[in-house]
């Protein structure tokens, strides 16, 4: 099985920063696509970054020009630089990680369990 565990979450005041952390273990044959998505409370999860083995980048309009994501091939973990935040950045994080166990198997997605993020004064 493939475990994912976020870390790095926290409170943080208007205009801080923190570093999202999200390191995938286990039987993992292949890690191809990473990314991160937020939830917060009646809402649906949004996605909020994500980035291919080869370091192709995408993100959000919201997030844009004050989140980064980057990634650790060799340690099969993906991080999320996360400055001048908001009130509105404030939710539960989630990191997914497209993964292939086998070389012949099927690729599937697996989940990290969370970690919140608030900003507020």
């Known amino acids: 099985q493939v475990q994912v565990v976020e870390s790095g979450g926290g409170l943080v005041q208007p205009g801080g920063s923190l570093r999202l952390s999200c390191a995938a273990s286990?039987?993992?044959?292949?890690?191809?696509?990473m990314g991160w998505y937020r939830q917060v409370p009646g809402k649906q999860r949004e996605l909020v970054a994500a980035?291919?083995?080869?370091?192709?980048?995408s993100d959000a309009d919201s997030v844009k020009g004050r989140f980064t994501i980057s990634r650790d091939n060799a340690k099969n973990t993906v991080y999320l630089q996360m400055n001048s935040l908001k009130p509105e950045d404030t939710a539960v994080y989630y990191c997914?990680?497209?993964?292939?166990?086998?070389?012949?198997?099927?690729?599937?997605?697996?989940w990290g369990q969370g970690t919140q993020v608030t900003v507020s004064s």
């Open positions: 997914k990680v497209d993964a292939r166990i086998t070389s012949w198997g099927a690729k599937y997605e697996y």
């Open positions: 286990g039987n993992i044959f292949m890690i191809y696509d």
């Open positions: 980035i291919t083995r080869g370091g192709m980048t």
